[in-house]
């Protein structure tokens, strides 16, 4: 089982739909989780941080399952600009650092 | 504040060439990281430094891979033969410590074609 699973999509959506993401993890010993968004043919930049009480900025919304070892990403009124790649990640705290290990990316394609 | 610095954009070799590649970290970023993205797939680290010591280099293939970061500050990555396989873009990223909860800044990218 890889230690970090996402469905790669793509997501096809309307401007204005919302969408949600989710992004499974094998090592319930993670300590703290990201998405990254990443545009084709770019580096990855982060989105935002994933807190156990879940977090929201403007339209996204992340959550945290640690239960069910999950993270969510929510995006509501869709804009064409947030096509892109979405990238779950989930930190394993490694000899005292910080060892970020990347799912495979969720493509999302926002269409008029 | 300039971010993290790549070269080459693009490296084009034939399978069996040696290439080579390198990283400027944002300054005072103690933390490292190498990462490989090949094509329709997320970034798997390679290598990991902090200041001049490996941290983590598990998934660093050693018999073509190598990763040296001197002086605690620049980085370079080196393939030696390459493969068919290695085709991906290579990335660069730092972080100022290396604890929980610190974002990655990422550079552009070297995207290797091995042909």
């Known amino acids: 089982r890889k230690e970090v699973e996402q469905d790669p999509g793509p997501f096809n959506v309307p401007e204005g739909a919302t969408v949600a993401f989710n992004c499974t993890y094998s090592?319930?010993?993670?300590?703290?989780f990201f998405w990254y968004r990443q545009d084709c043919r770019k580096e990855p930049k982060l989105l935002m941080s994933?807190?156990?009480s879940g977090n929201e900025d403007g339209r996204f919304t992340a959550q945290l399952n640690r239960a069910s070892q999950y993270i969510s990403l929510l995006i509501r009124d869709s804009k064409l600009s947030d096509s892109a790649t979405y990238l779950c990640?989930?930190?394993?705290?490694?000899?005292?650092?910080?060892?970020?290990?990347f799912g495979t990316g969720t493509r999302l394609l926002v269409s008029p | 504040e300039a971010g993290v610095a790549q070269s080459p954009r693009y490296k084009i070799i034939e399978k069996r060439q040696s290439v080579a590649f390198w990283c400027n970290p944002i300054?005072?970023?103690?933390?490292l990281y190498w990462y490989q993205q090949i094509l329709g797939q997320g970034p798997k680290l390679l290598i990991q430094?902090?200041?001049?010591?490996?941290?983590?280099d598990s998934q660093l293939p050693k018999d073509r891979f190598s990763a040296e970061r001197l002086k605690g500050v620049d980085s370079t990555l080196k393939i030696q033969p390459a493969k068919l396989e290695d085709s991906a873009v290579y990335l660069c990223?730092?972080?100022?410590?290396?604890?929980?909860?610190?974002?990655?800044?990422f550079g552009s990218g070297t995207q290797l074609s091995v042909l």
């Open positions: 990223a730092s972080s100022l410590v290396g604890q929980r909860n610190e974002k990655l800044f």
């Open positions: 090592n319930s010993a993670s300590q703290s």
């Open positions: 994933v807190y156990s």
């Open positions: 990640a989930v930190n394993k705290m490694n000899t005292g650092f910080q060892k970020l290990v």
């Open positions: 300054s005072g970023h103690a933390t």
């Open positions: 430094f902090q200041n001049n010591g490996v941290v983590d």
